[in-house]
């Protein structure tokens, strides 16, 4: 039972110390006084054998204490004191601290946001099995330059069978799902999946099954597996629910099976929607070349992404023969991980990348603080190592001090980062939160926490090594000399300080560049010209579902009342219909001109279609470059008709006339009519700000209406009423018209339209705000440096003045001075930034990453901010009396 | 002579410190003692040769008990004040055998060394 009396004294120690140290005071009381005894009876008097008894025994204190060393909890003790001490010393200048605990707790908070977000993002477990070998499948057309293209049942069946790369190849379609029968109707995104949608991915229902095989088939009766939310929803966690019925799309369903809670929908591209159900009968014709499905693969062990590609390419060679719609496509697979953080990847790492700058400057602040302070401590500690402390319990001492400054700032900063997630949060692009769910639970999860004490820790010796280290160095006499003088600053500590004001300096350069540089790039993104004006435009959207308006002409009739309804609403200017909305959707296909009916496979022309209701042109202001818009007179029996832009003209019939021209949609040889061209509309950026212009084909809602699936309204209202205004009332008109239609996803144009910004709109108001934390830090540090300098030469100062230096003079010196590390700095950050910034190219538009004027402005905001640093400490000594200043000390 | 003394600064060398434990199990091994009697025992029994520094004994008394080679107890003395006795446990018999027998053959081998000579 060795180890248990052993833990048994151990525990005794640390719990009953003092009982255990008033014990061996007796005991040591004990041994003494035998002593004393024995002398005296060896015949000294009483003081002789005291002395003498002591003479024998040695130090009493000095064993006591290596006693209790031997008892294994001194390092616990000196701790516990250090911390008692250092509270006392950190209480003692608050502005000290506060000063220290806030620039910590914004570097660590700052850290902690973003790391959350990338944990989000890149490394959050995906919950599928054998995730590495689970593949997003989609298609390429290297000629055309297309990408991330929907791919075809052709292509699912094809490769499943032929490429040999796959143990099994789902597929699913997006849709929406209108759900009807209890209460109101609702939309919710939903898709179309095949049955080894589930089995591929490795994930069992939380209630009742999957799909079976047979219900793929188009004329199978309809089944339904929903979201665990829908579920709770609308089922109140209704176990019941399987084998009911509800009604989707007007269609009888019978639900199948409920998903788990923590079914995510990271098979999908994080551009789709969370889809709330799934629903079955995907078909997959085999003869089906039409692009509308992504494929969900399961590789075979053994063979990577590369290989299965190249498998596949072989495959799409030989289909491609048989099919033109099939021309040039080759696969194109993401592994899950990058599906999911492809997009956000650079943006995140910037962003990493920038916050530990900014971390690095509240290091280098820290360092300097504790640096100034421990000159001012010089006397402090010359007195311990005096009294016998040795260099490595001093440097315990401060470290100690240190830790606890940055346990504080960390813990405040985690508390910050709570409210940062959230903001961030806000200014995140949909797919983005899609992608990462997590990204708003901020430093929730225990990995993020357990980041952010490693980052504690490593901030702790980043700034508080060197300090400890250089003030229990200090000479001991020259330290005790010195007390009494503001302590001593050697010149070792002087350069040491102008370094981290350097390497500040530098870092807020390169994090002001970047800054500089996104805001450069989203100004350039606003000042495009759109090509429509989103101003006082409402948009929402109209799903029609039910049997009813599987008729052409309902959807027609619905639409026109529902028009003229909104239009007699007061403040509303205009109301048009169309399928897309400019920069939210596309919908590409091919098209043939009569002028060249049978381009060979390869080079058929496509574009971007857009269903349009008539003053479609007027309620989005798009002006008519020629010919005219639609109207009421464009009907089914009327001559087909349809409105091309700018860019289709210039295109396919350069130098011509475009009206009159025609052009048949589908691919060369298809049976629809020939549309007669009776409008040329401007060019409008209709894939977000920053891509180029696409050919585009409007083509009138009343000789197309099966086209117009989802459906936008879009309301214009008078100047100087908010849309948001009218939206109450544009809803009321739509139930008029139809009681069981939801309106969905009403917000403004503008808000549309600035979607695709919002990633760069996001880094650049995170970078932003690092680069001011940034600035403001390295400010901060200038100016402690300088007015310690000069806190430290006012005697100096004192004497030029009294040899007649006018204030000027002196003002000029000591702001020469302090610019010196800045200039340094500025250069070193101008050549790192130079070589980082190029990182960034990915986020930025019409800037290049070493933009001059960027750099240009960013230099000289910091050139004059620590002018303004160095000037207040300066003017207070220009200020000084001399006779005040040589009495000083 | 073998001084057996800790002046107070710095820990004593592990072969004077190996030393200083032998000298205290074996002390104790016949009948529990408190730690004047040990210093008194060492003093006496080794002819006055043994110059323990008292002090010295306490840290090394303290250790052996916190690896549980000796246990202590609070005794009445026969003069009826209250003392601390040590005495050994089982693992301290067993590490005092041991010791013991490293110290014999470590003294007779400098013995033959030094006597070859």
């Known amino acids: 039972m060795v180890w248990a009396r052993q833990l048994w004294l151990c525990l005794q120690t640390l719990f009953r110390r003092g009982h255990v140290a008033q014990r061996l005071d007796d005991e040591i009381q004990f041994h003494l006084e035998q002593q004393i005894a024995e002398n005296m009876a060896a015949g000294m008097n009483r003081e002789e054998a005291r002395h003498a008894a002591m003479r024998t025994f040695g130090n009493p204190t000095f064993l006591k204490e290596e006693t209790r060393d031997t008892w294994g909890w001194t390092w616990l003790e000196q701790f ?32 902690t946001v973003i790391f959350s977000a990338v944990y989000a993002a890149l490394m959050l477990p995906i919950p599928f099995k054998d995730v590495d070998r689970l593949v997003f499948v989609m298609k390429n057309n290297p000629p055309r330059g297309w990408i991330r293209n929907n791919i075809s049942p052709t292509e699912v069946i094809s490769w499943r069978e032929e490429s040999g790369a796959f143990e099994d190849l789902a597929a699913f379609s997006g849709a929406s799902c209108v759900v009807t029968g209890s209460g109101e109707p609702e939309e919710d995104p939903c898709e179309v999946a095949s049955s080894n949608l589930f089995p591929v991915l490795g994930v069992r229902p939380f209630l009742g099954r999957t799909f079976s095989a047979e219900e793929d088939k188009a004329n199978a009766p309809k089944a339904a597996i929903l979201s665990y939310g829908f579920w709770r929803r609308h089922f109140g966690a209704d176990e019941g629910v399987i084998g009911r019925a509800i009604v989707v799309n007007g269609l009888v369903h019978t639900i199948a099976g409920v998903m788990p809670a923590s079914f995510s929908h990271l098979y999908a591209t994080p551009f789709g929607a969370l889809p709330e159900m799934w629903v079955s009968g995907i078909a997959l014709p085999r003869q089906d070349s039409d692009n509308d499905c992504w494929g969900v693969g399961r590789l075979k062990p053994g063979i990577s992404v590369k290989q299965a590609e190249a498998q596949m390419d072989v495959v799409s060679a030989r289909i491609e023969q048989e099919s033109s719609d099939l021309h040039g496509w080759r696969a194109q697979l993401l592994s899950f991980r990058e599906n999911i953080s492809g997009d956000t990847l650079p943006a995140l790492l910037v962003l990493m990348g920038a916050v530990i700058l900014v971390l690095l400057i509240a290091c280098a602040n820290m360092a300097n603080l504790l640096l100034a302070r421990g000159a001012t401590r010089a006397g402090e500690f ?23 400054l940055s346990l504080t700032g960390g813990l405040l900063g985690v508390l910050l980062a709570t409210w940062g997630c959230k903001g961030m949060a806000a200014l995140a692009p949909k797919y983005l939160l899609n992608s990462a769910p997590g990204l708003a639970n901020g430093a929730a999860d225990a990995r993020v926490l357990a980041f952010s004490l490693a980052i504690v820790l490593t901030t702790t010796f980043l700034f508080g090594l060197a300090p400890a280290l250089q003030s229990s160095s200090s000479e001991l006499t020259e330290s005790l000399k010195e007390t009494g003088r503001g302590g001593a600053q050697t010149r070792s500590s002087r350069h040491f300080r102008n370094a981290l004001v350097v390497c500040q300096i530098a870092l807020a350069v390169i994090l002001l560049a970047g800054a500089g540089l996104m805001v450069r790039t989203l100004s350039t993104l606003s000042r495009v010209d759109s090509g429509f004006s989103a101003r006082n435009v409402l948009t929402m959207g109209v799903p029609l579902s039910g049997e009813q308006y599987k008729q052409p002409q309902t959807v027609v009739d619905f639409w026109q009342r529902v028009i003229a309804g909104v239009k007699a609403l007061p403040g509303v200017e205009s109301a048009s219909v169309s399928r897309d909305l400019p920069v939210d959707g596309w919908a590409g296909q091919f098209f043939t001109t009569a002028e060249n009916p049978n381009p060979p496979a390869g080079q058929v022309p496509d574009a971007n279609y857009l269903v349009a209701g008539p003053d479609y042109f007027q309620t989005l202001q798009i002006p008519l470059k020629r010919g005219r818009s639609f109207n009421e007179l464009d009907t089914q029996t009327s001559e087909r008709v349809v409105i091309v832009n700018e860019e289709l003209a210039r295109k396919y019939w350069p130098g011509e006339d475009p009206l009159g021209k025609q052009l048949r949609p589908g691919s060369p040889g298809s049976d629809r009519p020939w549309l007669t061209v009776v409008g040329v509309a401007t060019n409008v950026r209709s894939q977000g700000p920053e891509l180029p212009f696409q050919a585009e084909i409007y083509v009138p809602l009343e000789q197309f209406p099966w086209m117009l699936r989802p459906q936008n309204l879009l309301v214009r209202t008078s100047n100087g009423i908010r849309p948001e205004s009218v939206a109450r009332a544009v809803v009321d008109q739509v139930h008029l018209v139809d009681a069981g239609q939801p309106a969905v996803d009403v917000k403004t144009m503008e808000t549309v339209a600035a979607e695709p910004l919002m990633q760069q709109r996001m880094v650049m108001a995170l970078l932003v705000s690092f680069a001011g934390l940034a600035l403001g830090l390295s400010t901060l540090g200038v100016y402690s440096v300088v007015f310690y300098a000069v806190a430290r030469r006012t005697k100096e100062m004192g004497i030029r003045m009294a040899l007649g230096a006018q204030p000027k003079s002196l003002l000029r010196l000591i702001i020469g001075t302090g610019l010196r590390p800045v200039v340094v700095g500025i250069v070193a950050g101008m050549v790192g930034a130079l070589m980082l910034t190029r990182l960034m190219t990915d986020l930025l538009f019409g800037v290049k990453p070493n933009d001059p004027t960027t750099f240009v402005v960013v230099s000289v905001l910091l050139v004059v901010t620590s002018v303004l640093a160095c000037y207040l400490p300066a003017r207070r000594a220009s200020k000084v009396d001399p006779m005040v200043a040589l009495r000083y000390e | 002579m073998l001084v057996v003394d800790n002046h107070g600064m710095g820990k004593p060398n592990d072969m004077v410190q190996g030393t200083l434990d032998l000298l205290i199990l074996k002390t104790i091994s016949a009948e529990p003692r408190h730690g004047w009697a040990i210093a008194k025992r060492i003093q006496q029994i080794s002819g006055e040769v043994l110059q323990v520094q008292q002090g010295s004994l306490y840290p090394a008394l303290h250790r052996l008990e916190q690896r549980a080679w000796i246990k202590a107890k609070w005794k009445e003395t026969e003069t009826g004040r209250q003392a601390k006795f040590y005495s050994l446990t089982a693992a301290g018999r067993a590490q005092l055998e041991k010791e013991a027998e490293n110290w014999s053959r470590l003294s007779a081998a400098i013995n033959l060394v030094v006597e070859t000579t």
Do not use: C, K, W
Not at chain 1, 85 to 94: E, N, T, V
Not at chain 1, 382 to 404: F, I, K, N, P, Y
């Open chain 1, 80 to 111: 516990v004191g250090d911390i008692r001490y250092g509270s006392r010393m950190l209480r003692r200048s608050p502005g000290f601290t506060a000063v220290a605990v806030v620039t910590l707790a914004l570097g660590i908070g700052a850290n």
């Open chain 1, 382 to 404: 010359a007195t311990r190592t005096a009294l016998g402390a040795s260099r490595s319990r001093m440097v315990a001492q401060l470290m100690t001090e240190s830790l606890m």
